[in-house]
Nanobody, 127 residues
Framework: QVQLVESVGGSVQAGGSLRLACTYS????????MAWFRQTPGNEHEGLVV????????YFSGSVEGRFTISHDHAKKILYLQMNSLKPEDAGTYYC????????????????????WGQGTQITVSS
């Protein structure tokens, strides 16, 4: 079992930046693929980015590529999401997720491919 805990979200004006952190309980095979998802009311979870924590390979959704970056601190067991140039449509509940598959790129946007989830954290972006 792996526990994931997201940092407290926040509010920002459009064009601003926020950084989210996801602290996890153990660095094991189960955290080989770690991702950030976003959910807005009435919509499915949207996969934003996934990282292979072993080799650093990352895959981004087109909606955030170039604005969001993902990073990982092995020693502290923290996954970060740096969000820049935020837009009102970036608002929602953000989740980190983890899975132990070896190749992280295949179907990475599918929620069902992740075994472990954080509780979610709210981001609001005002225009």
């Amino acid at each position: 079992q792996v526990q994931l805990v997201e940092s407290v979200g926040g509010s920002v004006q459009a064009g601003g930046s926020l950084r989210l952190a996801c602290t996890y309980s153990a660095y094991t095979y189960a955290t080989n693929c770690m991702a950030w998802f976003r959910q807005t009311p009435g919509n499915e979870h949207e996969g934003l980015v996934v990282m292979n924590t072993r080799d650093g390979a990352t895959y981004f959704s087109g909606s955030v590529e170039g604005r969001f970056t993902i990073s990982h601190d092995h020693a502290k067991k923290i996954l970060y999401l740096q969000m820049n140039s935020l837009k009102p449509e970036d608002a929602g509940t953000y989740y980190c997720a983890a899975d132990g598959r070896r190749f992280c790129g295949g179907a990475w946007r599918s929620k069902s491919n992740y075994d472990y989830w954080g509780q979610g954290t709210q981001i609001t972006v005002s225009s």
